[in-house]
């Protein structure tokens, strides 16, 4: 990760029968590849788990940012780590007491931070903030790509982005969930650098204009 603001593709709208593909199109023009894993437990939905990710980490040197919509994330992040995940966030939902995967993930030498869902405050993540590289706000429930956006998102990504300067901290703010090219620019005065977008990288009809349209959004 060199890069402070930059696009996060979600690869979960892309076509996982041409994943190789997908994502080679569109390589040059990003660093950080979202990996969005579910296990049909923490969310209703099942998306894919470290043996796509040993792929993914075989076919490009990408940083892998691996998004763990998963019950147990302490579980797994042995097995991310070997197949090649960068980064981690899990949910704060999922361990309220996130200090043991905290401590695991600096153990194993993987990234990590920790996400809010849309109802839940952003008070649940403060006290952690000094252990972490990124939070990450979600602006859609998570579990499925597509969703709109959820304004109400915008005010958290301001409290932790204000919450870290006051800390002094270099802490990446990340939002995940509807963005477009309407609404990035208002990610990032809120005050996210890392903006994950979904569809509307690998549905648009051109993913590479649309990734560098997004791009320039992000660092203007
Ligand atoms: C939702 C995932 C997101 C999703 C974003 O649970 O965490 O990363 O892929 O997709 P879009 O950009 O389509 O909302
Ligand atoms: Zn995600």
């Keep these: 990760m060199h890069d402070r603001f930059q696009i996060a593709p979600s690869i979960l709208a892309a076509d996982f029968a041409n994943l190789g593909d997908a994502v080679f199109q569109i390589a040059d023009e990003i660093e950080m590849l979202h990996v969005d894993v579910m296990d049909g437990h923490f969310v209703p939905n099942i998306s894919l788990g470290p043996p796509v990710i040993a792929s993914l980490a075989k076919a490009t040197d990408l940083y ?3 998004h763990l919509m998963i019950t147990d994330p302490l579980r797994y992040l042995e097995a991310l780590k070997a ?9 704060i939902e999922a361990v309220p007491n996130p200090i043991p995967v905290l401590d695991e993930a600096d153990a194993l030498g993987l990234d990590v931070g920790l996400v809010v869902n849309p109802t839940t405050p952003v008070d649940a993540m403060m006290p952690y903030l000094d252990r972490l590289g990124m939070v990450l706000v ?9 969703q709109s ?14 919450a870290i300067e006051a800390r002094g901290l270099a802490t990446n703010v990340q939002i995940d969930g509807g963005i477009t090219l309407d609404n990035a620019a208002r990610a990032r005065d809120a005050g996210a650098n890392i903006l994950v977008a979904g569809s509307s990288v690998f549905r648009a009809n051109d993913p590479l204009a649309t990734v560098r349209e997004l791009n320039a959004i992000v660092r203007g």
């Design 64 to 66: 892998l940012d691996c």
């Design 83 to 91: 197949s090649g995940a960068d980064g981690i966030t899990a949910h």
């Design 138 to 146: 979600m602006s859609v429930q998570p579990g499925f790509g597509g």
């Design 149 to 162: 956006f959820i304004e109400a998102s915008l005010p958290k990504v301001e409290a932790f982005r204000s």
